[in-house]
Structure formats: structure tokens, C-alpha cells
């Protein structure tokens, strides 16, 4: 059974930093792009970083500059080092896979809050 495992979330106060990690299962063929998206409540679930198998990265504006995506294809695990998080960053965060044949995958989301 395909299966993501995020992990990381919590509460944070501002300036402060999280890393999330997600683990996918060996049953998903030829993972492509690994990401994050976000959502926030009373909004639409948004991107908010994701990097390919070959390492290129993309972001989204509001999260350029303080937050990290990186890989590691052996273990088939995607991070999310989150710096400098602000208000605006509370939201529930979910992992992402989508394969080369592009089959997409979600995980079952992980909560992140940011407050004083």
C-alpha cells in the first residue's frame, strides 16, 4: 500500500524554525517530484516548495529565502527546513510524490503553528 509519513510539525513561535519530513514507501514507482504544499484555514491548499529527482528546487514567493527543500532518493525521503516562520506560515502541511508516469500522492498532513 502506498504510503507518505510526515512527521515535524508543531507549535513554533515566531522566528522560530521546524523541519518536516516525509517518508514515501518503496511501492511508489519512479518517484519524479517530491513537495510541500500548505493549507491555511478558510483557504486553497497552495505550493509551497518542491524539488525534482535531479535536485532542482522551486518555491513559492512568500517562503523564498527561509525555507529549504531538499531529498535523499535512496531513502525515498523529502525535508522541508522552515526558518524565520512567521504567522502567516500556520497551516497544515502535506507532503507530495507524483511519479514519472505521473501518479500524484498525498500524505495525511502535519500541523504546523506559529504563535507567541
Known amino acids: 500500500q502506498v504510503q507518505l509519513v510526515e512527521s515535524g510539525g508543531g507549535l513554533v513561535q515566531p522566528g522560530g524554525s521546524l523541519r518536516l519530513s516525509c517518508a514515501a514507501s518503496?511501492?511508489?514507482?519512479?518517484?519524479?517530484?517530491m513537495g510541500w504544499y500548505r493549507q491555511a484555514p478558510g483557504k486553497q491548499r497552495e505550493l509551497v516548495a518542491t524539488?525534482?529527482?535531479?535536485?532542482?528546487?522551486k518555491y513559492a514567493d512568500p517562503v523564498k529565502g527561509r525555507f529549504t527543500i531538499s531529498r535523499d532518493n535512496a531513502k525515498n525521503t523529502v525535508l522541508l527546513q522552515m526558518n524565520s516562520l512567521n504567522f502567516e506560515d500556520t497551516a497544515v502541511y502535506y507532503c507530495?510524490?507524483?511519479?514519472?508516469?505521473?501518479?500524484?500522492?498525498w500524505g495525511q498532513g502535519t500541523q504546523v503553528t506559529v504563535s507567541s
Open positions: 518503496r511501492s511508489i514507482f519512479s518517484i519524479d517530484v
Open positions: 507530495n510524490v507524483r511519479n514519472v508516469i505521473s501518479n500524484t500522492y
Open positions: 524539488i525534482t529527482s535531479g535536485g532542482s528546487t
